[in-house]
């Protein structure tokens, strides 16, 4: 497949440790937020949501923490696996029914 | 498998020509979105249609136009093709509300050559 924005931050974990993957978002009024992951060759699959109501929010293996007072997301995985190998991307709307979206990190999961 | 199916999957075409994409959005999704891909720009947002009405407009070039039919199916047009074209365009739809996820198609490779 091909490769999505080569020159995109990478972030290199052994498998079975947690991987951090962080999102600086640009506005302030944004009100939702989302990460997507994408494999080589596919389309962007949803992973997690959260709003701006909440600071935490919890699903199978990932976790995503909001802190709005730095406009920071991050997204936990616990116990990487190979099959988490892709490019996350951060989604952010304020709203107006347009998302912007993150540059991306690739994550490499190391056997 | 999202819901959201795009056809064709690749296209190879020369410049200056026209080429159509197709979207078919999730059932019962009312929101259709595009959505263009290249290595240097990332995703970057065409346009979004609401049950065949335009809603909102991102970085989209006149000579790209999109339309959203009854049966909600959306189309984009891409015309006088450049070089420059070439990404991966990607359809998601989403419910009603302004703030429903969207889910994506599998996209479709444009090569201008």
């Known amino acids: 497949g091909e490769s999505v924005g080569l020159h995109l931050p990478t972030l290199s974990v052994q498998e079975g440790d947690n991987s951090i993957i962080n999102c600086a978002y640009s506005n302030s009024a944004s009100d939702y937020f989302i990460w997507y992951k994408q494999e080589s060759g596919k389309g962007p699959q949803f992973i997690i949501d959260?709003?701006?109501?909440?600071d935490k929010r919890q699903g199978q293996r990932v976790t995503v923490l909001l802190n709005k007072t730095v406009k920071h997301l991050s997204l936990q995985i616990a116990a990487t696996q190979p099959g988490d190998s892709a490019v996350y991307f951060c989604a952010e709307n304020k709203g107006t029914y347009k998302y912007i979206f993150g540059t991306g990190t690739r994550l490499k999961v190391l056997a | 498998d999202s819901g959201v199916t795009q056809t064709p999957k690749h296209l190879i075409t020369a410049t200056g020509q026209r080429v159509t994409l197709r979207c078919s959005p999730r059932?019962?999704?009312?929101?259709v979105y595009w959505y263009q891909q290249s290595l240097d720009q990332g995703l970057q947002f065409l346009i979004q249609?609401?049950?065949?009405?335009?809603?909102a407009k991102g970085n989209i070039l006149e000579r790209f136009s999109a339309q959203q039919f009854p049966d909600l199916h959306s189309e984009l047009n891409l015309s006088s093709l450049e070089l420059g074209d070439s990404a991966l365009y990607f359809c998601?739809?989403?419910?009603?509300?302004?703030?429903?996820?969207?889910?994506f198609g599998p996209g479709t490779r444009l090569l201008v050559l």
């Open positions: 059932s019962g999704d009312l929101s």
């Open positions: 959260i709003r701006s109501n909440m």
């Open positions: 998601a739809s989403s419910g009603q509300g302004n703030l429903e996820t969207q889910y």
């Open positions: 249609y609401y049950n065949g009405e335009e809603r």
